[in-house]
């Protein structure tokens, strides 16, 4: 399991949430929100993030300001788990 750094509210950074799914904290709003950023114990940058497409874990991927997640050759960031097509999940950065 990964701890976050921060007091950041919503799911773990471990978790994959199906499109469909989603997290709402105690007033009823979705928390976190696309974009928003924590740290996990090792230092890792993670950004909250939605991808219209299915990815692989480990694959490269890139943010737009929106909190899309789009397969990249080269992105900065990856998708820790295997995430379906329409999933939200922490993408981690490449490089502390």
């Known amino acids: 399991m990964t701890i976050r750094t921060n ?6 950074l471990d978790t994959v949430l199906p499109a469909d799914g989603s997290w709402f ?23 909250w993030v939605t ?7 480990g694959a490269a991927i890139s943010i737009d300001d ?9 992105g900065a960031y990856a998708a820790p788990l295997a ?7 922490w993408a981690k950065a490449s490089a502390i």
């Not at 904290?25 to 950004?47: A, I, L």
């Not at 929106?66 to 080269?74: P, R």
Request: aromatic content about 8%.
């Open 7 to 12: 007091p950041s509210l919503g799911p773990s």
């Open 25 to 47: 904290d105690v007033n009823g709003t979705v928390s976190p929100q696309y974009g928003d950023v924590s740290f996990d114990e090792d230092g890792y940058k993670r950004v």
């Open 51 to 57: 991808s219209a497409a299915a990815l692989t874990a």
């Open 66 to 74: 929106g909190g899309n997640a789009t397969a990249a050759t080269s």
């Open 83 to 89: 995430v379906p097509a329409g999933g939200s999940f």
